[in-house]
């Protein structure tokens, strides 16, 4: 019983001291030790490991939904806008995994992004939907707005769709789901988004 509290000890200690030193910065190794803790794969995790893997905390993850910077409305006709990383709030799952001496500890990973706007001018006339960005991770990518809807992967995006809403084009929503659950981290995202409408 007291090694099991002198170990339970040590990761408490540890993991409160790498949240702040090990915060947005994921090794590969991290990622990849991620992956396999959450598909089932066996493997044999040391007190760093453990530290690694649970060193995010809930104030770093309300930090990171504080700091989100909302975009402006975009209007049907108007310029090309551009959302960055900043402009979309991380969506997190925490789960709890076995350790040694029975311990369970909890791992908090990304699994995407998500952001929303107002649209304004969809009249009922045909619109022109024109979504393309790139990011540093590999994410399915889905766009949506009243009866308008469309899908894209990978690394690169580029959804160019023509569609009559009828006026249903009110409030867009986006969401990057993530191939596979990682660690938080700094990844960019670059994004452009432009509405238009067919001139007569």
Known sequence: MKNITSVMLLLMSVGTDAAASNADTPLQ?????????????????????????????EAQILSAARSVVRPEPVYIGGARYTLERSNFTPIYETRFFKAPFGI?????????????FAVDGDLGQDLFFDIGGRSSMSMTLSASCGS??????????????????????KHMRLKFSLDKPTLPNNFAVNLNIMISEQLN
């Open 148 to 169: 308008f809807s469309a899908t894209d992967s990978g690394s690169k995006w580029l959804i160019s769709k023509k569609q009559n809403t009828k006026g249903s084009c």
């Open 29 to 57: 190794r991290d990622v990849d030790l991620l992956s396999d803790v959450l598909s089932g794969v066996p493997v044999e995790l040391s007190l760093q490991d453990i530290n690694t893997l649970s060193s995010i905390s």
């Open 104 to 116: 369970k500890f909890p791992i908090t990973f990304l699994t995407g992004l998500e952001t929303s």
